[in-house]
């Protein structure tokens, strides 16, 4: 007999789906990492289970496959990792996959929501162990790790949870279906409505936020029914192993078959992705990461229901305003928060090159610019203070990249490198921020991952705001900012914003940044432009992952 987990997280369910709907800031995985909320040793308990598995292979009770597989994982902090993984073949996680999965559609979905919301309830309980596997695989700094890594990613898979539930729910199992026929009897029908799962899901993990990024869809396809491969990136699979060793417990304690959920692990030497994503047997992939495979994917993988968050180039236009110091405050957070390596981070900023007002004085463009940049400059000038908000940079890649980055423009302010004073090996870079000309558009179109600003001079308002018309309609961006004191610059950008299908941020100068979102109110990302296919998390991302199978017959009187 299968435990039901429904009633236990009943309250959960209520107050998210009245979050769902009010779209008010709601959640139940508290983002301070205090010991009175996850127990007073919950930050000791958390860091030994890290370190436990160091130099190690990683354990997944009952996991099918054979030998192991030598991680590409290094710490971006500098210490040693050395993990390894189960190795899983295509054809032998296919097939484990498949196996439970009739039980699992027959649960229904009030059983699967219960399920998938223990699931969070005990990934929420192991947060700081999260906090330091996803610090020390993507290079965010512990807060931030245990916050998107922990609580923030876990309010996004209870809202694809939720979500998923509202459109099941709405589904009756069984109705009676009566057309009355004037004199003559009624046409008496019995319906049985049936949810069918698509089949096997694949969750394609990203290598900056692999649990914020990764919860969605893994729970979205795991509460409507399909069981679900998690193939992590290379260098972060840890959360992600961490979190299928939970969701596989939770499944077997409640009397499911826990190969419903699945870790195939590969390296960048030898990847899987391909051959795994094109299988006639995949129905439902989610992949965050680069352009390149996002888009080889939604070409190449026509078997399968393909949700894509690939790169874009944010931006920020700046018009005549007064509060020129918290506009600088303001973006001098939100160009440091790790390093610029998030996807709704600001690479452009466009500016009139004949200047902005700012408290009824004329300011030239080079000055803005320097304002700015100054800030930044400013904001990261104590080095302990600024490694925990600066995280570490990921990949040496990103590292290189800054290198290359710096003969593009005039360097405004000069990437540093910094010491951590925790960990010496860190590798810790401050922002480059560059002054170029809008018609050097060969330079700022496309994405370069990392702590790299671009300050456009442009011909006036309608110049900048038609540079970030033009580079969001042809590469994709997920956010945008605008700061004007005039209502007929903000309407007009608004109106832009909205066309693009952009996140529109106006006149930020307190604690809110452009490149953060909040579950259960912002939506992430839009589809509607080549940043990214979907939104995290609107009722497309979960209507898709499942469909209607009807039954009728007569009914005699």
């Not at 396809?221 to 491969?229: R, W």
């Not at 903000?490 to 109106?495: D, I, M, S, V, Y």
């Not at 953060?516 to 109110?521: I, L, N, P, R, W």
Request: with cysteine.
């Amino acid at each position: 007999m299968a435990t039901n987990y429904f009633d236990a997280h009943r309250e959960t369910l209520s107050q998210a789906l009245a979050a769902l709907r009010d779209r008010d800031y709601w959640t139940p995985y508290s983002e301070r990492a205090s010991g009175s909320i996850y127990g007073e040793t919950a930050a000791e308990d958390g860091e030994a289970a890290f370190k436990a598995y160091l130099g190690k292979a990683f354990d997944l009770p009952g996991h099918p496959g054979d030998g192991v597989i030598a991680s590409d994982e290094t710490s971006p902090y500098g210490i040693a990792m050395d993990l390894s993984y189960t190795a899983l073949d295509t054809d032998t996680a296919l097939a484990a996959a498949k196996a439970g999965m009739k039980a699992w559609r027959d649960a229904g979905p009030d059983m699967r929501t219960g399920v998938c919301l223990e699931i969070l309830h005990r990934i929420n309980q192991r947060s700081f162990e999260m906090a330091h596997a996803v610090m020390h695989t993507t290079g965010q700094a512990f807060m931030m790790a245990f916050q998107a890594g922990g609580p923030h990613a876990q309010d996004r898979g209870l809202e694809a949870i939720t979500q998923a539930y509202a459109l099941q729910s709405a589904i009756p199992e069984q109705v009676r279906w009566e057309k009355p026929q004037g004199k003559n009897p009624s046409l008496i029908l019995e319906k049985r409505y049936r949810i069918m799962p698509k089949g096997v899901a694949v969750t394609v993990g990203v290598s900056t936020f692999p649990t914020w990024n990764g919860y969605p869809g893994i729970m979205a396809s795991l509460v409507t029914g399909n069981p679900v491969i998690v193939k992590p990136h290379p260098t972060a699979v840890l959360p992600l192993a961490i979190s299928v060793r939970i969701m596989r417990d939770v499944l077997q304690d409640a009397g499911f078959d826990p190969n419903l959920v699945l870790l195939q692990t590969d390296t960048r030497a030898a990847p899987v992705g391909q051959d795994l994503c094109t299988r006639p047997e995949v129905k439902l992939i989610d992949f965050t990461g680069s352009n390149f495979f996002g888009e080889w994917l939604e070409q190449k993988a026509k078997q399968a229901q393909v949700y894509t968050e690939k790169a874009g180039v944010n931006a920020v236009v700046i018009d005549d305003f007064d509060n020129l110091k918290g506009l600088c405050r303001n973006l001098a957070f939100t160009l440091s928060l790790f390093s610029g390596q998030m996807c709704t981070t600001p690479q452009n900023i466009f500016i009139p090159k004949d200047g902005i007002t700012v408290a009824g004085e004329k300011m030239s463009f080079e000055a803005v610019a320097e304002a700015i940049a100054g800030a930044v400059g400013k904001f990261n000038s104590d080095p302990a203070r600024a490694v925990h908000v600066l995280g570490a940079i990921q990949s040496p890649d990103t590292a290189a990249r800054i290198d290359t980055a710096r003969s593009l423009g005039k360097v405004l302010l000069d990437s540093q490198k910094i010491d951590h004073p925790d960990f010496p090996d860190a590798r810790v870079h401050t922002p480059l921020i560059l002054a170029i000309d809008a018609a050097e558009r060969q330079k700022y179109e496309t994405e370069l991952f990392g702590p790299i600003t671009f300050i456009i001079a442009c011909d006036g308002i309608d110049g900048a705001l038609e540079a970030w018309r033009s580079t969001v309609a042809a590469k994709g961006a997920i956010t945008s900012s605008v700061y004007s004191d005039r209502p007929a610059v903000l309407e007009a950008a608004e109106a832009l914003g909205e066309e693009l299908g952009v996140l529109m941020s106006v006149n930020l100068t307190g604690g809110t940044f452009v490149n953060q979102t909040a579950a259960f109110s912002d939506y992430h990302a839009s589809g509607a432009n080549p940043a990214a296919n979907a939104s995290l998390v609107d009722t497309a991302f979960v209507a898709g992952r499942f469909r209607v199978a009807e039954t009728r017959r007569h009914v005699e009187e």
